[in-house]
């Protein structure tokens, strides 16, 4: 699949629900969706709602993370679907999360990473070893707070 090709299909609201659904049902109950994916950049949304809260009245962080890896995995998918004729396998293999504020409404994670995810694919394809990345997500409330920010660690190798 081309990156452009991927990028209609993200961004396809019944499509990519029904991929959700299909694959990762526990982010589709939890309303975590996309809202914009471009060749270096990715947003996402996860609201605040029952199916997605702690008992403190916030979303819960398993949400939070949810959404956040989301915002860099899709990067990800794109860049090893479209590294043809290898195929490139992924992986997570860290993250770190830092908390600021309480999320009580929702929260839109941006990672603006693309560029250098698709470096490290570039890379794994190219050197034949396995190569890790840490991809930064940023969720900010509607207003821009800052809510929380996230690395998280990919591990990309190219298949023999």
């Not at 060749?39 to 959404?67: G, K």
């Not at 009580?104 to 890790?132: Q, R, Y």
């Amino acid at each position: 699949m081309t990156k452009v090709a991927f990028i209609r299909f993200a961004q396809h609201s019944l499509k990519f629900s029904l991929y959700l659904l299909w694959k990762l049902p526990s982010a589709w109950l939890a309303g975590v969706r996309v809202k914009q994916l471009k060749e270096e950049s990715c947003i996402t949304v996860v609201p605040y709602r029952w199916l997605s809260q702690n008992p403190f009245r916030s979303t819960y962080f398993a949400c939070l993370s949810m959404a956040a890896e989301m915002s860099t995995g899709l990067l990800a998918i794109m860049y090893t679907q479209a590294a043809s004729p290898k195929q490139v396998s992924m992986l997570v293999t860290g993250m770190e999360a830092t908390f600021l504020k309480k999320a009580t409404g929702k929260t839109w994670f941006t990672c603006e990473d693309g560029v250098a995810i698709s470096n490290a694919i570039d890379e794994a394809i190219m050197s034949g070893e396995g190569v890790t990345f840490t991809a930064v997500s940023t969720g900010k409330s509607q207003d821009g707070t800052v809510i929380a920010t996230f690395a998280i660690t990919w591990s990309f190798k190219a298949k023999a």
